[in-house]
């Protein structure tokens, strides 16, 4: 539903400037999280990943403008030329991401997904996947983190009996706001658990749910469910 919202702002914009696209050129674009790569969206559907480009060395770095192109045959050619290094710039950053995490060859043994905000709490390494409420397509994360409980679970790393979905929001004063982060807590734990049920099924039998709100000024977390 985010990524046909965001389609549809994207025809508001041409509507009002124009889908000849003279003055203004809207490009819908999202981010992979795990190397922060830029990923396109075509006017043909099609999806250019600079991870993928990236993982082709100088060839496909070469043969980025060629690709921009085909995705984007209506672009103006001062708006290429004004992308490229954008997307120049993303290959750099992923390259310095994936030499960054070579040494570190941490070995997962999360047991635990947190949706949302107020985990600043969390501060043992691979105890928990942590998703905020940031992404476009939240679905995606989360199917992601449930892949890597999974397979923690197959590979032994953690016992195979159960593992914890925990869903927070934060709250400043005690009234409106504090119901307001109720309602979102339990919207993104319920949205979690049902991508959870269908994505991976057998795992989602092992699901133990809580959902709480952090009360920012104690640090306390306040479970309701």
Same mark, same amino acid.
């Given at each position: 539903?985010?990524?046909? #919202?965001?389609?549809? &702002?994207?025809?508001?914009?041409?509507?009002?400037?124009?889908?000849? #696209?003279?003055?203004?050129?809207?490009?819908?674009?999202?981010?992979?999280? !795990?190397?922060?790569? &830029?990923?396109?969206?075509?006017?043909? +559907?099609?999806?250019?990943?600079?991870?993928?480009?990236?993982?082709?060395?100088?060839? +496909?770095?070469? +043969?980025?403008?060629?690709?921009?192109?085909?995705?984007?045959? !209506?672009?103006?050619?001062?708006v290429r030329v004004d992308l490229l290094p954008l997307l120049l710039g993303n290959l750099d950053h992923i390259a310095e991401v994936r030499q960054a995490a070579r040494p570190l060859a941490v070995? #997962?043994?999360?047991?635990?997904?947190?949706?949302?905000?107020?985990? !600043?709490?969390?501060?043992?390494?691979?105890?928990?996947? &942590?998703?905020?409420?940031?992404?476009? !397509?939240?679905?995606?994360?989360?199917?992601?983190?449930?892949?890597?409980?999974?397979?923690?679970?197959?590979?032994?790393?953690?016992?195979?009996?159960?593992?914890?979905?925990?869903?927070?929001?934060?709250?400043?004063?005690?009234?409106?706001?504090?119901?307001?982060?109720?309602?979102?807590?339990?919207?993104?734990?319920?949205?979690?658990?049902?991508?959870?049920?269908?994505? #991976?099924?057998?795992?989602?039998?092992?699901?133990?749910?809580? @959902?709480?709100?952090?009360?920012?000024? @104690?640090?306390?977390?306040?479970?309701?469910?």
């Open positions: 539903m985010r990524r046909a #919202h965001t389609f549809e &702002i994207k025809a508001q914009v041409e509507s009002l400037f124009g889908d000849a #696209h003279g003055t203004v050129y809207p490009l819908v674009c999202g981010f992979e999280t !795990d190397e922060d790569a &830029i990923i396109l969206h075509g006017v043909t +559907g099609e999806l250019l990943n600079m991870s993928d480009v990236s993982a082709q060395g100088a060839a +496909g770095r070469e +043969g980025l403008p060629a690709q921009v192109l085909r995705l984007f045959p !209506d672009m103006p050619t001062q070995e #997962h043994r999360e047991w635990m997904i947190c949706v949302g905000r107020g985990f !600043d709490w969390l501060h043992m390494p691979n105890l928990a996947l &942590i998703i905020g409420p940031y992404s476009p !397509d939240l679905a995606d994360p989360i199917r992601k983190a449930a892949g890597i409980i999974e397979a923690n679970m197959q590979a032994g790393r953690i016992p195979d009996d159960g593992f914890l979905l925990l869903a927070s929001a934060p709250y400043d004063e005690v009234g409106v706001d504090r119901a307001r982060a109720v309602l979102k807590a339990r919207f993104m734990g319920e949205f979690a658990a049902e991508v959870i049920q269908a994505s #991976h099924p057998a795992v989602a039998a092992k699901m133990t749910r809580k @959902t709480g709100v952090l009360n920012w000024g @104690t640090r306390s977390l306040e479970v309701f469910r």
